[in-house]
């Protein structure tokens, strides 16, 4: 097939002639997308502090882990040997609740949960997104109490989100994990404070325990 274009010449389709407004666009919006991006995302005010979802069974931490001090590893047990702290099964509400309040209308739930052998369908507060990994036993091995990064459940009436769960908030503490640290047999203990400076006991037991945490980035993106 013979061409008009002149020799040598690469002649281009017609639709080509569309790239470069295409591309003219892309290349003024994306910064400003990028930035908005970075400050919206970062920006505590659009985080989830204060998250606070309605449960299917109005759960009490305040009065479970508070008043009657419950450890939180009855209900998580796999939090000590486990990247996730379990959600309990209804069973573990029934090991309690088949003597105590046992016909509660606030409990219906609860109990169609153990007759149907369905689950009941909490919903997660402290939800990372997919590409972070957190390691919840690593944590608790290091010291690291509950109340560090889900702040005083024990007196929550209902259970919200304190921290921001963010990049940044949790390079500062990978960076400076001394205040953060307890002895690991007392992370549970929700009203623990440390003996003297929080800052010169965690540092006695990290040194102790060689605790180095690293802000490498595949340490959370894997």
């Given amino acids: 097939?013979?061409?008009?274009?002149?020799?040598?010449?690469?002649?281009?389709?017609?639709?080509t002639n569309l790239i470069r407004p295409a591309l003219a666009i892309v290349l003024v919006t994306l910064p400003a997308y990028l930035v908005a991006l970075v400050w919206l995302g970062g920006s505590p005010k659009t985080t989830d502090v204060g998250y606070r979802p309605e449960q299917p069974v109005p759960f009490s931490h305040a009065l479970h882990a508070g008043q009657?001090?419950?450890?939180?590893?009855?209900?998580?047990?796999?939090?000590?040997?486990a990247a996730f702290a379990a959600i309990p099964p209804t069973q573990t509400c029934m090991n309690c609740?088949?003597?105590v309040r046992a016909n509660s209308p606030r409990l219906?739930?609860?109990r169609e949960s153990y007759a149907s052998g369905l689950?009941?369908?909490?919903?997660?507060?402290?939800d990372?997104?997919?590409?972070?990994?957190?390691?919840?036993?690593?944590?608790?091995?290091?010291?690291?109490?509950?109340?560090?990064c889900h702040g005083r459940v024990d007196t929550m009436e209902v259970v919200q989100q304190v921290h921001t769960l963010s990049m940044g908030w949790?390079?500062?503490c990978h960076r400076n994990p001394d205040p953060?640290?307890?002895?690991?047999?007392?992370?549970?203990?929700?009203?623990?404070?440390?003996?003297?400076?929080?800052?010169?006991?965690?540092?006695?037991?990290?040194?102790?325990?060689?605790?180095?945490?690293s802000v490498d980035c595949w340490t959370c993106h894997r």
Wanted: aromatic content about 8%.
């Fill in 68 to 81: 009657l001090g419950m450890d939180c590893r009855y209900c998580h047990t796999t939090v000590e040997r």
């Fill in 128 to 148: 990372l997104p997919d590409y972070a990994y957190f390691n919840h036993s690593a944590h608790l091995r290091a010291g690291v109490g509950c109340a560090s």
């Fill in 170 to 172: 949790c390079l500062d």
């Fill in 119 to 126: 689950p009941i369908p909490w919903v997660k507060v402290h």
């Fill in 1 to 15: 097939m013979k061409s008009d274009a002149e020799p040598g010449r690469f002649v281009f389709p017609a639709w």
């Fill in 97 to 99: 609740h088949k003597q």
């Fill in 180 to 213: 953060h640290l307890r002895p690991p047999e007392l992370v549970t203990v929700m009203d623990w404070v440390a003996p003297g400076d929080p800052a010169e006991h965690g540092r006695r037991l990290r040194e102790a325990a060689g605790i180095n945490p």
């Fill in 108 to 110: 219906l739930t609860v």
